[in-house]
């Protein structure tokens, strides 16, 4: 007979034999919230936490839905809690209902001020000191009634909350994880080696990443994206990248390197606003020093028309840019 782990051994209802089990469980927002919460973070306790409720009152919750069921959500693993196969149905219905309801709320209490369609659109620091601001500005020029909410966020953060609905729309660099999300190309930028004017370097046209292993450099953004790439490309060559400083924005980075206290891995396109006042951009020469960006949505049938317009915009606009460069 299998068993969950809430309450210590998970027990079905009984039936009288013959009986069929015929129910019709409630499933509350808050109970789907929660239910979201433990299988995320592997944990009843951070799960808590991260809803400020008491862990109890979890555990009740989701062991109150076992016991409806008659089946086990949740088992033991080797990385935490994880959901059963009645729990991950469990999962990707959830997350499609609490997205929905948050589409709902976000959308009908936006016509009371006049507004005619809401987005939230969570983007990572590299596209927005680039420009996607400039390209939403564009959409609004053309669809002033629409309202549109940007914000900074790191890719893991920008694909967990789009698949359960938080945010209509992600933008961000393509090697994450996006499994079961749509995908629609964006813009491109290339990643360059940023010196202060004078550095022995300067005058390259291009160079190789091994070739600055061995400068003192900045550190962009610990933990991101682009900080996990530089860190595995260095290891590769049996290397390590010798940060004198660490910084958690692009344009400290730039200011720093300006100021001659070492070199960085920097975007050229979110750097070259900076190169009057001191920097000089020399391009990376591998192949993956071009970093293609991505705008992620769930499936089409799950966006209002105001979502599928601004992603076809910005889609629309990054391609023109492509031509234009070309």
Not at 196 to 221: C, D, I, N, W, Y
């Amino acid at each position: 007979m299998p068993s969950g782990i809430i309450g210590g051994i998970w027990e079905p209802p009984a039936f009288p034999p013959g009986m069929a089990r015929d129910f019709d469980p409630h499933f509350d927002p808050v109970t789907l919230r929660l239910f979201v919460a433990v299988c995320e973070e592997g944990n009843i306790a951070r799960a808590a936490e991260r809803e400020a409720i008491v862990a109890s009152a979890v555990s009740k919750r989701i062991a109150a839905v076992e016991a409806e069921i008659g089946a086990p959500l949740l088992v033991r693993g080797r990385r935490g809690i994880e959901p059963t196969a009645a729990g991950q149905a469990l999962l990707r219905q959830a997350r499609d209902v609490l997205g929905a309801m948050a589409r709902m709320h976000a959308e009908l209490s936006e016509f009371a001020s006049g507004v005619q369609g809401s987005v939230r659109v969570l983007a990572s620091p590299s596209v927005l000191a680039e420009a996607l601001p400039d390209d939403i500005g564009s959409f609004l020029e053309r669809f002033p009634d629409v309202r549109v909410s940007l914000d900074e966020s790191v890719s893991p953060d920008i694909v967990r909350r789009v698949r359960e609905g938080s945010a209509d729309l992600g933008v961000l660099w393509g090697l994450a994880d996006l499994d079961g999300l749509q995908q629609r190309a964006y813009r491109s930028d290339h990643l360059c080696v940023a010196l202060p004017r004078g550095h022995a370097l300067a005058r390259r046209k291009r160079m190789r990443f091994e070739e600055t292993l061995g400068q003192v450099s900045v550190g962009v953004a610990p933990g991101g994206m682009m900080d996990v790439l530089l860190r595995r490309k260095a290891a590769l060559l049996g290397k390590t990248q010798a940060h004198r400083i660490q910084v958690s924005s692009l344009d400290a980075a730039c200011r720093i390197v300006a100021a001659g206290l070492g070199i960085a891995i920097l975007p050229r396109e979110a750097a070259q606003p900076h190169a009057p006042s001191g920097l000089t951009l020399v391009p990376l020469a591998e192949d993956w020093a071009q970093r293609r960006f991505v705008v992620i949505s769930r499936a089409d049938a799950a966006l209002s028309a105001s979502t599928r317009r601004l992603a076809e915009h910005l889609v629309a606009v990054a391609a023109a840019a492509a031509a234009t460069a070309i």
